[in-house]
């Protein structure tokens, strides 16, 4: 079993960034694919970045590439997305998740375990 509990989200203005934490227990986390998901109001959660065990394949969404770096740091078992030249469409609840198994994945059915939500708001 897997707890995640994810931390930096907050109100900032167009074009500024905020670091998104997600800290992992209750088992082995340096074995997992982990990834971010967001979910506007109204809308369907959505994939932003994934990254494999070791961190040395990230996936992005189209409408992030560039702007977001998803990181992850097994030994303090925490992942991060660092979130770059943010704009309104980037408001939304973010979620971190983790799979049970290892590789890389963009699709929600993959992951297992998901943290409660951080909530990111850009204003223009």
Known sequence: QVQLLESGGGLVQTGGSLRLSCAASGSTFSSNAMGWF????????????????LGGITYYADSVKGRFTISRNNAENTMYLQMNSLKPEDTAGYYCAASRRGGIFREESAYAYWGQGTQVTISS
């Open 38 to 53: 967001s979910q506007a109001p109204g809308k369907e959660r959505e994939f932003v970045a994934a990254i494999s065990w």
